[in-house]
């Protein structure tokens, strides 16, 4: 397993904060999660928040790589 830390770095009043990995694991709704990919590969991983005074909502996403690197020696 790939384990990574994820940080939101969101401002305002966020009634909700709902990350998804890509991986088929249930949505979480932590501001700062730890996430264990179950395998290796290319993940994308989106963050969801919502502001509760204002109402705005916004989202971004990455793609994350769990492949191990693969070293050549001549």
């Not at 009634?15 to 395998?39: E, K, M, N, Y």
């Not at 005074?53 to 492949?67: W, Y």
């Amino acid at each position: 397993k790939k384990t990574f830390s994820f940080t939101n770095t969101s401002d305002g009043n966020l009634s909700t904060i709902l990350w998804r990995f890509g991986d088929q694991t249930p949505t979480v709704a932590l501001r700062d999660p730890v996430h264990s990919f179950p395998i290796s590969g290319a993940f994308r991983t989106r963050l969801f928040v919502e502001d509760y005074i204002t109402g705005c909502k916004d989202s971004t996403s990455a793609r994350i790589l769990t492949a191990e690197p693969k070293l050549n020696n001549p």
